[in-house]
């Protein structure tokens, strides 16, 4: 009975914490800290892109007339831009 109930909880953790890393309705905004110059995409724009400055802030920048690439980290012209699931499975 205690391995059961011990699985269901990391089960449970594991759900928990897999919904707080990626919700898809955010803005996709990253916690900094400890990760200055990481580009993440903004989830409802694909035109920018959130760069985490110095202070430990996600300041929001543009790709200027280009689109956000998540699997490159890069601004792509838009015949190389493709969408791709915010929060899907690895």
Known sequence: MLPALVLLFVAFVL???????????GDGKPDCVGRTGLK??????PTHFWLCDGTGEAV???CN????????????????????DPCAEA
Do not use: H, I, M
């Open 15 to 25: 759900a928990v914490y897999v919904d707080a890393a990626c919700n898809p309705d």
């Open 40 to 45: 993440s995409r903004d989830f409802w724009d």
């Open 60 to 62: 929001l920048k543009p």
């Open 65 to 84: 007339q280009t689109g956000f690439d998540p699997k490159t980290g890069d601004c792509v012209a838009w015949q190389e831009w493709v969408w791709y």
